[in-house]
């Protein structure tokens, strides 16, 4: 009976993170494959081949997505840019919304950006209980005046879902630098600590804001 038991979660074990693995990329490539509503119903592989190709409307987004960048990285580009925020800002509801989605996406991706750059460890909620965290830069505005000292901007994500999670303000000195990677960071948390990172040991954990 142990043995059948043993064999059913071996099973489980492969299975479970495959099936999941599927149903993610399927609904990823699903909800890119609309892209082809962009294009005119002649050029669609349903009325070219007779059949639909699964995942030609992702490479689609890829494409255009590649094609933006590309185009945006060069003067004129960056003047179409301008031109299009500048149309948006006089959008009262939409200003508001653009611009508040673009200061977070442009924090989180862009290369010259701190955020989540580094895997910090922290005590929360309580000192003595000790979790994992990502710096996400410093305090700015009227709230670094109310501060005394230096201070570090921190993202605490939740378990097992790190979509979520608490921002924290914390000084410096409180804060231990990790030597791992993010995605090693955001494996240990999914994992509820079950994956840990390969140790590496370090001559010195505090963090360097640079």
Do not use: C
Not at 27 to 55: C, E, K
Not at 132 to 143: E, M, N, Q, R, S
Request: proline share 7%.
């Amino acid at each position: 009976m142990k043995s059948i038991k043993r064999y059913f979660l071996t099973g489980l074990l492969i299975w479970v993170p495959l099936a999941i693995t599927v149903w993610v990329l399927s609904l990823i490539i699903g909800t890119m494959d609309q892209s082809l509503q962009l294009l005119p119903a002649a050029v669609h592989p349903q009325t070219l081949f007779g059949f639909n190709v699964p995942g030609a409307g992702a490479i689609l987004t890829l494409a255009i997505i590649f094609v933006t960048g590309l185009v945006a990285a060069n003067f004129v580009g960056q003047k179409l840019v301008l031109w299009w925020e500048r149309l948006l800002a006089r959008i009262p509801v939409v200003n508001s919304v653009y611009h508040s989605v673009k200061q977070v996406s442009d924090t989180l991706f862009s290369s010259s950006g701190q955020a989540f750059r580094k895997a910090l460890l922290v005590q929360y909620p309580r000192e003595g209980s000790w979790t994992i965290a990502f710096l996400t830069g410093k305090p700015g505005g009227d709230v670094s005046t109310h501060l005394s000292g230096e201070y570090v901007s921190v993202y605490v994500p939740t378990t097992p879902n790190p979509t979520s999670g608490f921002f924290l303000m914390l000084p410096k000195g409180d804060v231990t630098e990790l030597d791992m990677s993010v995605d090693e960071a955001l494996k240990y948390i999914i994992s509820m600590g079950v994956v840990a990172p390969p140790h590496r040991p370090r001559a010195s954990g505090k963090i360097n804001i640079t």
